[in-house]
Each structure stands twice: as C-alpha cells, then as structure tokens.
C-alpha cells in the first residue's frame, strides 16, 4: 500500500499496545456467528485490533459529546446529543460485513445502556426491474444504482431523532430489494452504517453522505486479494445454494462449475474492480481510520487520520 498523506501509519504491533486496559467478553461461538461468509478472523484480531479500536471510538464519542454540551451552553438550552454515526466502507468482499457485526456486538457490550444498531445500504439499492428499465442492471453497485437522496433523508432523520424510521430490505439470495419488508430503526444511540458506497459523491451539490458521520473506517486490501475473497466467496454461494431453487444463485449452482466461475470472474473484471478503482478506492482519504488487510484477511496496518 502506498504512503498515504494525512495519517499516521500505525504497524498491527504497535495498535495492540494502545488500550490494554480491559476486555471485552466474546466466545468463539459468537464470533462465528458474526463472521461473513468466507471470511476470516479470530479471537487474537477482536484483542489486538477492535477492541484497541472500539476504545478509539469511546473517545470520539466522548468529544462527540463534549462538542454537544458546548452548543448547548451557547444557546442557553438543553441541546439533546444526537446519534454518534459510524461509516465503513470498503470494496465488495474486502470484509465490511464482519467489521460492522464486530463492532456493533463490542460496542453493545462497552455500552450496554446505549442502543447499537447496524444498516447496510445495500436496502437503498433501487430495485431491479427499477434497474432495468434505465438500462443500468450492468451497473449495479455502481453511484447511479443507488437512491442516495433518500440515503440522505434517513440519515437527517435518524440525527434528528425521528423514531421507527423503516428502510427498505435487500435480500442478497434474491438479489434484489424485497417487497413490503422493512427493517425499523428506532432512535438509536449508535448508528453503524455499511457500504461501498458511504464515503462517496453526494446526491447534490450541497450535501455528501458521510457528512452525518461521526467516525469513519475504511476495509483495504490490494485488489488481487480482495479478487480471490470475492471468487471464494461466489464458490461458497453456489455451494449453500445448491438446494434452494429461489436463491439467485442457484442457476449457477446446477450449471457447469467451470462456467460460473468464468462468469464471476468477468463480473469481477468489469464490474467489481471497475467500481472498486473509479468510485471506492478515490474515497479512501476520507476515513477517519483505514483497516489494511493483507493475506487471509489479516489486518497488518492502521492509519489514523492525523486532521
């Protein structure tokens, strides 16, 4: 990875060092469970990496806070602190998923009289037939795949603390949003928020985003590892998909092995890279911490954004 300017280069080592303080209790069991599919992580990075980082995020929260008390004393009124919103990104199969269920199941646990809630924006995906008929089925997961005005306008009301905000449900075995299913988001006192997506362009020339975000982490790898994840992880689909007629990938499943793989390595090519290099990667340098992946999912490198 080349140096990035802006940020302080901290080796996985050095990270492990910086919050020894306590423990965070997790099982085996649970981080099974919390582990997306063909990736990989184990009890020795939840030590030496989220709970040093969960820490990291303890105090931002603190100065999130911090911040809101002041406007308060300015104003001369009870200024009620707003949801603290975390953004990761990343590209497709880099690993987001699992960061984004860690770290809600740490945080819950590091503040257990705080709601921790998780989204994706894969639920503000527009729908397929949407899709095809603007000719852009091609392009799915690419800016103009998403409705992003109405990722802003939940986002403003989640800050505003609106309650029981609904937001559609994409389902990745259908491979489409669901019809008249809805996941409730109910005033949260964190918010995580995962998706290619959450660092980039705005939907209009005023507002981006990440402008609601209150700490942000970017998942990186170099793009030859994060292709091997992504072939794996079709493998494993076709695999679990064998048996469920439904499943979108069960075409590929009863078809000829050689064939599908054939198929999702260009839809890597053309698609995946393309978006990873053109829309995902650019948006790197706008995290607050970058989590750098090397072989096996590893995080060997931190970068902490220095201002």
Request: hydrophobic share 40%; net charge neutral; proline share 4%.
């Amino acid at each position: 990875m080349e140096e990035l300017m802006n940020y302080y280069q901290v080796p996985r080592e050095q990270w492990q060092g910086f919050y020894t303080n306590g423990r965070m209790s997790l099982t085996q069991s649970e981080l099974d469970n919390i582990k997306s599919l063909n990736d990989r992580i184990s009890m020795q990075d939840v030590e030496d990496v989220y709970i040093p980082l969960c820490h990291l995020i303890q105090l931002y929260m603190q100065a999130f806070e911090s911040v809101t008390l002041t406007k308060g004393l300015f104003l001369h009124r009870y200024v009620k602190t707003p949801p603290f919103i975390i953004g990761i990104a990343g590209s497709v199969a880099v690993g987001k998923s699992t960061t984004a269920r860690l770290l809600q199941h740490l945080l819950a646990k590091l503040f257990p009289r705080k709601s921790v809630q998780l989204i994706t924006t894969d639920g503000f995906l527009l729908p397929n037939k949407v899709l095809i008929e603007r000719k852009i089925l091609d392009r799915k997961g690419f800016p103009e795949s998403y409705d992003m005005a109405k990722l802003i306008e939940f986002l403003n009301r989640v800050k505003s603390g609106e309650k029981n905000i609904q937001i559609p449900t994409y389902s990745h075995e259908v491979y489409d949003i669901v019809e008249n299913q809805f996941q409730t988001i109910h005033q949260p006192d964190i918010l995580i928020v995962e998706g290619i997506n959450t660092l980039q362009l705005p939907a209009n020339q005023q507002i981006y985003v990440s402008d609601f975000f209150d700490f942000s982490i970017y998942v990186d790898a170099h793009p030859v590892l994060i292709e091997k994840w992504y072939l794996e992880r079709f493998e494993s689909l076709l695999d679990s998909a064998f048996r469920k007629p439904n499943n979108y990938y069960y075409k590929f499943a009863i078809g000829n092995r050689e064939d599908a793989l054939k198929m999702a390595q260009q839809t890597w090519e053309k698609i995946n890279l393309k978006n990873l290099k053109e829309y995902i990667l650019p948006t790197r340098n706008r995290a607050d911490i970058i989590l750098h992946k090397t072989k096996n999912h590893e995080i060997d490198q931190l970068y902490l954004k220095k201002y």
